[in-house]
């Protein structure tokens, strides 16, 4: 399968596996209380973030080191879901404990979603160690099961009770149908016993990369507890409805920084001047696709936009340019950003991104205090071209000053080049 079909089966996964979730969302809103939504909505947020901590111990330092022949593969597998499993339940256990705080008596739902957190964990570390072995179809089919499966089982689940106990595991047993049809199709069990191997052999990406998220959840949550602080619950409400009208760009952003990171790490080994035209290639397209999407936004009839966000529409139109804006630099800074996470240059992008991450809790506090939600969104477009150019000036410090490497370095090998 060429670099080319490779992107478009990951672009199609992230989509479908975003679509999904979108119809799960639209399935509870509509057939439950707006009080069961909200508990719904907590447990489900404390999954996503699960979920993303789980894909940088696990899922993204195998996108960087592919392993190679079938036997390494299958070991890949095992180890990379039964790490996840494990994750999952030491989650679970957390969970429990702040279930009081997040649910309240309600805890017969957070034991069903800690019990259901491993298979959970399984099917999405499954999803993306195809994507980084070069098994995208794979990928695809398990998340169209997976999400036909989660909507079914949770509709049907409304249909007996509209309540939270029976919505969380009528959608955990969803995952459960494609964790078992993901180990299926990787022709291996989770192995429960390999964290310890994981880390061993991938430890020194997994702790920055783990930290290095940790860190950007914190901060996205911060920014929205600073907006709302200074600028009022309107300027929260219409930040995120920006977010929402900018989803289906965000969605091919996220499939884009995985297939660069894959790809690029394919790359690795055929010299700067091809890896480096690749990343170019990707960030330009990606940045074609954040201005085509605020062009869509500024131009989008208010029939249409009142239809989507109701009456955050009005307060959307001022964010336009400054989204818009922040997702083109994005799109392109997936070129730098890509090129520095394949030749794992670890230390210097957890620099970066937590910095750049600390840098935009400032700047939205001060551009809020000045300009509400557009001058909050403004200050972050800024802080994010700020470290796109960092990033650039990193990468050519780094392809002048190091020996660009030739061969195929194995995991038990430094990461960090001087």
Not at 408 to 413: D, G, K, L, R, Y
């Amino acid at each position: 399968m060429t670099a080319a079909r490779r992107g478009l089966w990951t672009l199609a996964d992230h989509v479908i596996c975003s679509g999904s979730n979108f119809a799960l969302m639209i399935l509870v809103a509509g057939n439950v209380s707006v009080v069961t939504l909200g508990e719904f909505a907590l447990l489900y947020g404390f999954y996503v973030v699960v979920v993303e901590l789980s894909r940088a111990a696990v899922s993204e330092p195998l996108l960087v080191r592919r392993p190679e022949g079938d036997a390494a593969v299958r070991r890949a597998l095992a180890d990379s879901s039964g790490s996840a499993a494990v994750f999952g339940a030491l989650a679970g256990v957390l969970l429990l404990a702040l279930s009081p705080f997040l649910v309240g008596s309600h805890w017969r739902s957070a034991v069903a979603l800690a019990l259901l957190l491993p298979v959970l964990l399984v099917w999405d570390a499954l999803r993306l160690a195809f994507i980084a072995v070069g098994w995208q179809r794979r990928a695809v089919l398990v998340d169209v099961v997976g999400g036909v499966a989660q909507v079914s089982a949770a509709f049907a689940a409304l249909q007996v009770e509209a309540s939270l106990g029976w919505l969380v595991a009528g959608w955990g047993f969803g995952g459960l149908v494609a964790a078992c049809l993901a180990a299926a199709q990787a022709r291996t069990l989770p192995r429960l016993g390999a964290p310890r191997r994981w880390l061993r052999e991938y430890g020194t990406l997994v702790r920055p990369y783990f930290v290095e998220t940790g860190a950007l959840s914190l901060a996205g949550y911060a920014v929205l507890i600073v907006l709302g602080h200074i600028a009022g619950p309107a300027a929260v409400g219409a930040w995120r409805a920006a977010l929402t009208l900018f989803g289906p760009a965000n969605v091919v952003m996220a499939a884009g920084r995985v297939a660069a990171v894959s790809e690029l790490s394919r790359l690795r080994t055929a010299g700067p001047g091809r890896m480096l035209r690749s990343a170019a290639v990707v960030g330009l397209l990606c940045g074609v696709v954040g201005a085509a999407a605020g062009t869509v936004a500024a131009f989008l009839p208010d029939s249409v936009g009142h239809a989507l966000l109701g009456e955050s529409w009005a307060d959307v139109g001022p964010l336009v340019p400054a989204f818009t804006a922040l997702l083109v630099i994005e799109g392109i800074g997936l070129g730098p950003y890509g090129v520095l996470r394949a030749m794992e240059r670890v230390r210097t992008l957890f620099v970066l991104r937590v910095s750049v991450a600390a840098g935009r809790v400032l700047a939205v506090s001060a551009g809020a205090a000045l300009a509400g939600a557009a001058g909050a969104a403004t200050a972050s477009s800024l802080i994010e071209a700020t470290g796109f150019l960092v990033a650039m000036a990193l990468l050519a410090a780094v392809l002048t000053t190091a020996p660009f490497r030739t061969s195929h370095v194995t995991p038990q090998q430094s990461r960090e080049h001087p």
